[in-house]
């Protein structure tokens, strides 16, 4: 939400500051070289990425516009399941946790928390941490060696569609400058002709340099900024996914193995102790006010 309102605040200042200068719209209105600049930029993206990469890029943004996932309340929702997770298999065995990772849509626990079975990545990292754990004979760093390295091939594939959409921000202004050539091209053929109609082809072409460069650093560069911001929050997400699964692998207690968990949370969206013992010993009544 926030990204279309500094988007609207971006486009609101430029058109507020051409209409102070007395300006006219219809100038401006370029179809042609909107068509120019942006299909060119999309072929360079289309050429430089394969399928997944810009299937990604779309779901990024749809993420940037719909805002962060990772609020306090997920986070607690989060520490919760961990913790039933946890004495479940205090209290029943390490067959019992076996098969709730083995069928996670069909487990005790993991059935209760659908949005975390719909977050693949994440419901595939821990139950393949936790079933390596209750296999035993693995030592806790080997443990969390794998992890690290699951988490790093994550968190690169995450990045490619920033990249690609940073790469094509970059390239902006250039086609920019491409559709201003063009204009020229166009201006110098109608050179010996009506002033008005020279003059139009001159402010055409001037419009296509002034799209690019608004199009690289007024709306798909501060997008690409904002998709990484996403991406680094869901790694948070990840790091606290670890961070628990090394504690119940170092056979800590649940409430100690999540609260080591907790403690890495970012500051802004951390629950506190007290937030954290009662959504895990009191139902959800504490989330639901977090939320």
């Given amino acids: 939400m926030l990204s279309i309102i500094g988007i609207v605040i971006v486009l609101g200042a430029i058109a507020a500051g051409y209409v102070m200068e007395h300006g006219k719209f219809l100038v401006l209105f370029q179809p042609a070289e909107l068509v120019i ?10 050429i430089a990425n394969p399928l997944p990469v810009l299937t990604q890029i779309g779901k990024g943004l749809i993420g940037v516009f719909t805002g962060s996932q990772f609020t306090k309340a997920r986070y607690l ?4 399941m961990l913790y039933e997770l946890f004495s479940l298999a205090r209290k029943a065995g390490t067959a019992k946790l076996e098969e709730e990772v083995d069928t996670p849509e069909k487990g005790q626990v993991f059935s209760k928390y659908p949005r975390f079975i719909a977050t693949h990545h994440a419901l595939h990292f821990l139950c393949d941490t936790l079933r390596m754990a209750v296999t035993g004979g693995v030592d806790p760093l080997e443990i969390d060696s794998m992890m690290e390295a699951d988490l790093e091939v994550h968190h690169h594939e995450a990045t490619q569609p920033i990249a690609a959409l940073s790469t094509m921000a970059d390239a902006l202004p250039g086609l920019g400058i491409v559709a201003a050539v063009l204009g020229v091209v166009l201006t110098m053929g109608a050179l010996g002709g ?5 003059g139009e082809k001159v402010a055409a072409a001037l419009v296509g340099t002034f799209l690019g460069i608004l199009l690289c650093y007024g709306i798909f560069g501060p997008l690409a900024t904002a998709m990484g911001k996403n991406v680094e929050s869901e790694a948070q ?3 606290v996914l670890r961070m628990a699964a090394l504690g119940f692998v170092k056979e800590l207690s649940p409430m100690l193995a999540v609260e080591m968990a907790r403690r890495s949370i970012p500051g802004g969206v951390r629950p506190t102790f007290q937030e954290m013992e009662g959504a895990c010993r009191g139902g959800g009544a504490v989330a639901s006010k977090a939320a």
């Fill in 194 to 198: 009506p002033k008005e109609a020279i």
């Fill in 37 to 46: 600049i942006f299909g060119a930029a999309i072929g360079t993206v289309v």
């Fill in 237 to 239: 997400y990840y790091g």
């Fill in 77 to 80: 929702e989060t520490l919760k």
